[in-house]
């Protein structure tokens, strides 16, 4: 038993001290970034670090508070909660509520803050999913209507912002939690293929996706256009080559470059620390999903082992994305990078995923503390209800 608390303790301190240096990167980077345009914007140059370092503290707070807090709790409660967050998320669209800005209704904006509720839907959807699917055979077509109803919700939601990027994020990750489920192989497979359709007709319904996939495919045809943001993105990269420019020497955060500071800081990274701050920063992620991923298969309950492993896959997905976008790789999403981009609803979202998955854990270390004996029960269609 010691050495099991022991395994899970050092995995704890390793995940947390990758955790914390890559939000350390964040710090610098956003500073890095966005002084020129603070100073320009605000008369200051410290405007989007102190408010970065106020969402970091705020976020800090949540994931503390979500980790004391049992994960069966969330769980219980998991589809009301994804109903509330596809409500705020349908204020975005209102008329006079929702803030617009490049075409799309995004956020909801109060006091000079603004919020974007399509964040913590990545989340919502996974307390959803786990207990609708993990409950599927014991429920009547009634209930599954409803509770599929609410679990898909927001994704449509989502469709109408439009948010493309996150409603694709939120896709794959109840894919995720749908194939590490009890919900039967032969509807998963049904169900993949047609969301696979859905998803492709949704992608070309809208002229403006179809740009940004023509822009991806040759943004040079367009530089001063469609095109500019991911150009000046390749410039970035090649003007940082192996060592990078310095810190603070990017030319691209100077107005060349948009979104410097929020969903291409990784641009600005790659510039001014070159490919060595590139590769650090991807080693640090990919350790963090390690550790993240070994956390989970820690855990004796399987759907803790779910929930836990979700929380990292999302975080995991939403950062390759990101790198993808700006190195070229994918269109462009509109997604930011976890924990290094500047943006405090994204920040908050994310730590409360980070408490879900430390409340997982914190349960898991209080059974090997107390010395309490796991033993997997065989599953029958009369089993109670997981936490539903």
Same mark, same amino acid.
């Given at each position: ?7 899970? /303790? ?9 955790? #914390?240096?890559?939000?350390? %990167?964040?710090?610098? +980077?956003? $500073?890095?970034?966005?002084? %020129? ?36 709790? $969330? ?31 995004? $956020? ?31 429920? /009547? ?56 359709? #859905? ?18 495919? /040759?943004? $040079? ?16 990269? #090649? ?7 310095? @810190? ?14 929020? /969903? ?19 080693? @640090?992620?990919? #350790? ?26 999302? @975080? ?6 990101? +790198? ?65």
């Amino acid at each position: 038993m010691n050495e099991e608390l022991s395994e899970v /303790d050092r995995l704890i301190k390793s995940f947390l001290t990758t955790l #914390a240096i890559i939000i350390t %990167i964040g710090l610098i +980077m956003v $500073w890095s970034s966005s002084y %020129i345009l603070a100073n320009e914007n605000f008369g200051t140059p410290y405007h989007y670090i102190i408010r970065q370092l106020v969402n970091l503290f705020l976020a800090i707070v949540i994931a503390y508070t979500v980790s004391k807090t049992k994960y069966t709790f $969330w769980l219980k409660y998991g589809y009301i909660i994804n109903i509330l967050a596809s409500v705020v998320v349908a204020l975005t669209i209102v008329k006079g509520i929702g803030s617009s800005a490049k075409g799309a209704s995004r $956020w909801l904006s109060f006091g000079g803050f603004s919020l974007q509720p399509g964040e913590i839907v990545k989340f919502t959807v996974i307390l959803s999913a786990l207990t609708f699917f993990e409950n599927w055979n014991k429920m /009547d077509n009634k209930e599954r209507l409803k509770h599929g109803g609410t679990l898909f919700l927001p994704l449509v939601l989502l469709i109408k912002q439009p948010d493309f990027g996150t409603f694709f994020i939120c896709f794959v990750v109840i894919s995720f939690v749908c194939f590490m489920s009890s919900f039967p192989r032969k509807y998963f497979y049904y169900s993949l293929m047609g969301g696979g359709l #859905a998803g492709v007709f949704v992608l070309f319904s809208q002229a403006y996706r179809v740009k940004r996939l023509l822009t991806y495919l /040759d943004p $040079w045809k367009n530089p001063q256009g469609s095109g500019f943001q991911i150009i000046q993105s390749y410039m970035a990269f #090649a003007n940082g080559s192996a060592i990078g420019q310095g @810190l603070g020497n990017s030319n691209e955060k100077l107005f060349y470059l948009p979104e410097a500071h929020n /969903d291409f800081i990784f641009s600005v990274l790659g510039e001014e620390l070159g490919f060595m701050g590139v590769f650090i920063l991807i080693s @640090l992620f990919i #350790a963090f999903i390690y550790f993240g991923f070994k956390l989970a298969l820690q855990v004796r309950e399987r759907i803790g082992i779910i929930l836990a492993a979700s929380v990292v896959f999302v @975080l995991g997905l939403q950062a390759l994305l990101n +790198m993808s976008v700006v190195l070229g790789l994918l269109p462009t999403k509109g997604l930011n990078l976890p924990f290094v981009s500047y943006g405090g609803s994204s920040l908050l979202c994310n730590f409360f995923g980070i408490g879900l998955l430390l409340s997982v854990i914190k349960a898991h270390r209080d059974q090997i503390a107390n010395n309490v004996d796991f033993v997997p029960k065989k599953k029958s269609e009369n089993d109670e209800r997981v936490y539903a």
